[in-house]
């Protein structure tokens, strides 16, 4: 018998051979965009770390939205950058705050659009971190849960769709489920950042978002990169108090992480391609060093591949031209 040399490369040879085998697929529809609002008005400020990214003011968030809508993007995921901050971050659950009005101003004209809300302290508070600052400089968990769970619910009252915990405090998935639960919002759901790494690759973020810590770093509340058993622990917590939607963040450095976590709960299963990841590609297409579509549509599809079944990713925009394409 003959020994089959080319058994594997015979599907390689045309693009609709390749296209008839491939396993996995991008699609718009998996694409979930990050946007910044900021305070104030007439405001598009570009983020010097992510290029094409930007602080939008509400009232210039229709063209912005209409933009992202007519990409066939399904949903948006929301950050606000409040005018004041204070050690309570106090806007973050304020009725007028940045993202309560722009959710309004999105649903009014968008009815369709996914609104997906973060719902974190640290761009709110003045120390930057994620919940209440004791005096020995440690994170109260429980003092922080009640203001999560306002947060949460100003944001259900303005009309936002889902909700995000980002903050990474024991227990807020089950605190936020039943403060939504009491007020009637049983059908809302939540997408928890289950497993949330003390990442590096947050940085650009942290600039876009003026939500750098003051002061000492996130790793008392956010995962060791090194974790990925501690990943399932959590993850089946935020399980068991109610979350809808599981998230892994980030998602490059992780995606053995995400993987396990697909393959161990079977939940629908969320990866956040963050900004850092964003920022290294953009850098490296604009000195000439790598393809930026094809490394981009190669990022994005090695995190579905590795179980993600819809990507939070500022490439949304770009990704979703090109496959229109
Ligand atoms: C808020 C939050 C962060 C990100 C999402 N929500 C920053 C952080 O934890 O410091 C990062 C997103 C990104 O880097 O794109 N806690």
Redesign the pocket.
Known sequence: MRFPTQRLRRLRANTALRNLVRETRLSVEHFIY?LFITFGRQKKIPISSMPGVYQVSVDMLRQEVSEIYRLGIPGVLL?GIPEHKDARGSGAYAPDGVVQTAVQEIKSAYPDLLVIT?V?L??YTDHGH?GIVEQDGSINNDATLELLSRQALSHVHAGCDMVAP??MMDGRIGYIRKALDAEGFVMTPIMA?AA?FASS??G???EA?H?APAFGD?KTY?MDPANAREALREVRLDIEEGADIVMV??ALAYLDVLRAVKDTFGYPTAA?N???E?AMLKAAAQMGWLDEQTAMMEMLTSIKRAGADMIIT?FAKDAAMAIGK
């Open positions: 990050p950050f973060d974190c640290c761009e994620c980002s903050d950042y949330k690759f947050y650009p973020f942290r978002a939500s996130r956010q963040k980030p956040y963050v900004s850092g964003y500022y």
